[in-house]
């Protein structure tokens, strides 16, 4: 499946209804594109998806978008930063083991801009967002594979568990072009409910940030998905509904059809 909108909310919930009004709970492959950022480097939103979204996951018991976003890339603590680097990078590994005490359970194996800036071996003491701007700064016409940073380990993360929630998200590149800074992301699995618009949030305003200090525009985000699952909620869930309309009157143009979602006949006279 491709997706390719200039609405995060909208790209996010044609991902949820091509899952919901379709035959099982995959999607594979899926690619996810994003454009149309702001000078700022700010995606647009829809209201009512956002909200009813993070009102299931908060029903749900799971982390909310902002969260999940988090895990990416720490937004609260760049803008407390005001635009200096370092000072992120000092005020992140000051507080990242408060972040990680606080879910213990979900974090103990590390957060994703953790596995960014404290790699643990490599340039820049681990580094390796403060190792691609240097290089990038440094001199013209940088090798482009030399602008990646890798979240999966082998030496950490080939476990024979038979469960693992992290990394999921493997990869990060950047991409200067003519138009601005392309991010792409490339993960192994991904969960649609609980984390993918987190995912597509949190990856947005690290490319905002890589672009910020590369001194060029956010043109696009570009996020490959081997495997997209919907789990962790059933397709008929009657708690869905809200969120399930709020998609549907945000991806169908006015006065086209509605299909009619997979959880009607569950939820029809349900009180929610």
């Known amino acids: 499946m491709v997706i390719d909108d200039t609405n995060i909310s909208r790209a996010w919930a044609r991902l949820l209804l091509r899952v919901l009004d379709g035959a099982g709970t995959e999607v594979a492959p899926l ?14 939103e829809d209201p009512a998806v956002r909200q009813a979204l993070d009102r299931l996951l908060k029903h749900k018991g799971r982390l909310a978008v902002d969260d999940v976003a988090f895990t990416i890339f720490p937004q609260r603590l760049w803008q407390m930063s005001r635009g200096d680097r370092t000072r992120l990078f000092t005020l992140y590994r000051a507080t990242f083991p408060r972040w990680q005490a606080m879910n213990r359970k979900a974090n103990g194996r590390g ?27 440094s001199r013209m016409g ?38 601005g800074l392309v991010t792409n992301a490339f993960y192994a699995t991904q969960q649609i409910f609980d984390k993918a618009y987190g995912n597509y949030l949190g990856l947005a305003q690290l490319g905002a940030f890589m672009a910020h200090e590369m001194g060029m525009p956010l043109a696009r985000l570009n996020v490959m998905v081997g495997v997209a699952k919907l789990e962790r909620i059933t397709k008929s869930d009657p708690d869905f509904a809200p969120l399930v309309a709020a998609a549907h009157a945000l991806v169908t143009p006015p006065g086209a059809a509605v299909a009619q979602p997979v959880i009607a006949a569950v939820t029809a006279g349900a009180a929610l």
Do not use: K
């Not at 594109?33 to 995606?43: E, K, M, N, T």
């Not at 957060?111 to 700064?137: T, V």
């Not at 082998?154 to 003519?178: K, M, N, W, Y």
């Open 142 to 179: 940088v090798r482009r594979s030399m602008l990646q940073a890798t979240t999966f380990d082998p030496g950490r993360d080939h476990i024979a568990s038979a469960q693992l929630g992290f990394p999921c998200l493997q990869q990060v590149s950047f991409e200067p072009t003519a138009a």
């Open 31 to 44: 690619v996810l594109s994003l454009s149309g950022f702001a000078p700022d480097g700010i995606i647009a």
């Open 111 to 137: 957060l994703y801009f953790e596995r960014m800036i404290m790699y643990g071996r490599g340039p820049c003491d681990g580094n390796q967002l403060e190792w691609i701007l240097s290089q990038f700064d």
